[in-house]
């Protein structure tokens, strides 16, 4: 918490105007004085941020290729508690904040959830005040901007550095690292002892950029330490000696230079799908290494004992991407500190904890053998040996040769990542209950058989500052005027609001403060779109990647069923409703681009049909990400959870939404569980298989899209309009996904749950009707929410897993 007075702050503002750009306040753009404030706030909090103490806690390092932040201005005058002042004095020198606040790029170095929740991980961090650092990388173009053209997915670059620099980085050419990829490695020997030598590597360097994250009203500054790549400057500190030797041609250096930049040039803009390209690789290795050389390099500084390592550190890493920690790390303790490879073992697997984000067969990490020798020599060496020994470990332990196959951390000449996690850490964690069930019965049951104690659940979590408290002031406001202020610092206080689920008056101040939301995002809307929404009607969303199993299809399926209904009976008594999209498709997922392009047509022919105007409307609000979401989730009624049982992990934004007051109509997937486990199914709406029925299905060949097809009419005739004409401006994209439904059986049962949707959906309209009873399950909702803050989450992280000061002894080592 800083303080600074009004007086102090505008004089501070405008010595940093001058000295930045030697300018009068009034003639200064809006980018400029944006600047001046940063710049300001980054003095304020100077002091704190300097390096951590390491030699009195033990740190921990969360290893993410993605975060995905979001504006940073409002968070950060949130946090420090400067807002009111700031904006006072902002408002005597002629500027309005809010304008600086909507002005800030919203840096997009992420895709989806996984991204989004390693943000939230830090701001909680922080905020409880410990000592947690993120390591990534400073992508030059992050994840592509949405455009429709014509009702598909356009790409359009993210050139987020127009300026050159991001607003809130400091970059500290002192601390960058030399990366080495290729080359030849020999063992040779010195003195009588063996020493490994590595040869003709490319050197490439880091340069780190750090990002502070700002604790909630204490003194914690935590840094973002993001890298990127570039050719090594001549004056470079650290040896070269070994690299490649360049010719010294023009056209050699301009590859090289090439070579070393592409690397942090653009952020993979798959979510799902594993492609297995060499520069992904690549990226995985350079920040890993450098963050691995950062940590031991400050722990080196510091004297700090090399054989307790893992007591005063702890490396996370978030989902498989960042698995080369094992290996680097191993290799600095066998190269660099010269440890026996039992040591050095014992101390990287008590010093690594993982966690799996999802269980899609599609998705997992598997790198082909040859790839990496020749990209990574050394490292594949110590892949080989880690694999060699628990090869062995496994024989000693199992005769089942398929299940050892199945274990392998090499197989069928590709590195099986996930495995390499899970033979070399401590603790394996899923995000949320189910997920972490499927994990430990079905996916990973080997691992889990083998050593169940490594295995334990950490349901997600959100940033609570962030999703209520800055993005819906009004709500939190009300909140704040029934129970106080400390629900801000213990989300759990947010249980006291049951108290008022009988009062009328709350009820409508909750209302009004939904539909103050709604016309907020109607407003945009009508600005972007010229599209006439009511704010009266039910805002029905759904924002979230787009893939097949998230089911955005089931969605627009029963709105093409709602709209039949309407066209058959006019007179029909339908509470008037909004559907709102928003999703991006990896841009090469052609069934996820093709719905899009589906819901664009449908959206078209039911916006622009005067028979059911004033009953329904859909709106696909193009590039959606973190800022749009902060508009849309606090304005929505409804929040739509509908994937495939089983395939969604956890899910955070169904999190956000009941935060917010929203409804949820969920399939049991995911933390939906957790959702209904608190507020039981009274207060949401559920519907589909469940998982042990998708099981199943999966397990005997699934169902027969084609016999329901048949059977049940309703849906066939929904299901012919995407064939027949009947959506107009449809060609291709119709049939394509027809046949994902019809000819490919339907892999997510979209038509096998979507009877039991459109009842789910009936009741859900019906309860709309009596404004209280929905207004009162609202309320539920938002006060049993506290504990889906990442607080919560951190802590236990903290708790079972970085600070709980006990060794793991692997029999394998
Ligand atoms: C290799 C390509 C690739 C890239 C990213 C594969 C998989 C991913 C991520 C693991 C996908 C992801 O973001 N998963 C989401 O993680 C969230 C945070 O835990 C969960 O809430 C979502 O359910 C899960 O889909």
Redesign the pocket.
Known sequence: MITISKRKFKQYFESKMYSLYAQPINEASNEQHLNVLASVLKDLIAKKWVDTKIDTEKEVYYFS??FLLGRQLKSNLLNLGVENSIREGLKELGINLDDLIQSEVDPAL????????AACFLDSMASVGMSGHGYGIRYKYGLFKQKFVNGCQVEVPDNWLTQGNYLWEVVRPNKAILVKFEGDVYLEEHDGNLKVIHKNYIPVMAMPYDIPIIGYRNNSVNTLRLWKSEIPRRDFGQTTANAKNYSGSYEEALNYKYYTEEISQVL?P??????GRLL?LKQEYFFVSAGIQDIYRKYKKHKLNIHELHKKVAIHIN???PALCVPELMRILLDIEGLSWDEAWNITINTISY????I?AE???KWPVEMMKKLLPRIYMIVEEINKRYLSYLNSKYSDQNKIRRMSIINNGNINMANLCIASSYSVNG??KL?TTLLEKEVLKDFYDDTPYKFNNKT?GIAHRRWLMSANPELSGLITNLIGEEWKTDTFKLKELENYKNDNHVLDRLDEIKYNNKVLLSNYIMDKYDIDVDPNSIFDVQVK?L?AYKRQLLNLINIMTLYHKILDNPDMDIEPRTFIFGAKAAPGYYLAKCIIKVINSVADLINNDPRVRGKLKVVFIENYGVSLAELIIPAANVSEQI?TTT??????SNMKFMMNGAITMATLD??NVEIHELIGKENMFLFGLTAEEVLNYNKNGGYSSIDLYHTDLGLKQVVDDLINGFIPNLGKEGREVYDSLITYNDEYFVLRDAKDYERAQRELSELYKKKYDWNRMSLINIANSGVFSSDRTIKEYGRDIWFRGCEINEEFN
């Open positions: 290729i993605e992420g895709n989806g959830g996984l991204g989004r929740l993979y798959n979510d799902s799908n594993y492609a992904r989902d498989t991407h966690t799996n984000h999802t899609m998705a997992m990490e995000v949320a997920h997600n990647r893939h994937s395939k969604e992990a956890s899910g955070t995911g933390a």
